[in-house]
């Protein structure tokens, strides 16, 4: 059995990829495989917090405490979104790592205050 502090080292260090694999990408730097531990370290990052979730009680099928919704919320923007400016709309990579590091210290506040 992943143990809760096992669930948080999955979850940090992965969000520590997804976020230095996306600022590279950002800023111009086309590498396949930085894209590839990117998207890896975005699944992560979900298995992680769900594997969080389930080591602190709260279930999976819905029912979140506002702070889980904000988090899946900046999950999405930042896994997905980002991958898609980085790929799609590149002119827009430097003005999303900026806002990816407020929505990360967004996501830190939601974990540690769990706003109901
Ligand atoms: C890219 C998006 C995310 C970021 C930047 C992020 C950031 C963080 C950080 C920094 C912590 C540690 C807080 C601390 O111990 O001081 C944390 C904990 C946690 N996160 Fe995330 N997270 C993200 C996405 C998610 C998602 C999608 C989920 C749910 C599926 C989630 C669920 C949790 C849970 C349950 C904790 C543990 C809170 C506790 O130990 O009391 N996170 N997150």
């Known amino acids: 059995m992943i143990t809760y502090e096992n669930y948080k080292i999955i979850h940090l260090l992965s969000i520590m990829v997804l976020l230095t694999g996306l600022s590279i990408s ?39 405490p506002l702070w889980i919704q904000v988090k899946m919320g900046i999950w999405f923007i930042i896994g997905i979104g980002g991958a898609l400016i980085a790929r799609r709309f590149p002119k827009f990579g430097k ?12 996501a830190s506040i939601m ?5 109901e």
């Open 95 to 106: 003005p999303a790592y900026f806002v990816s590091i407020l929505l990360f210290a967004l």
């Open 26 to 64: 950002f800023y111009g730097t086309n590498v396949k495989h930085i894209k590839i531990l990117t998207g890896i370290a975005t699944l992560l990052t979900l298995v992680g917090g769900m594997g969080l979730m389930a080591r602190l009680g709260i279930g999976h099928t819905g029912g979140w």
């Open 111 to 115: 974990a540690n205050y769990k706003f």
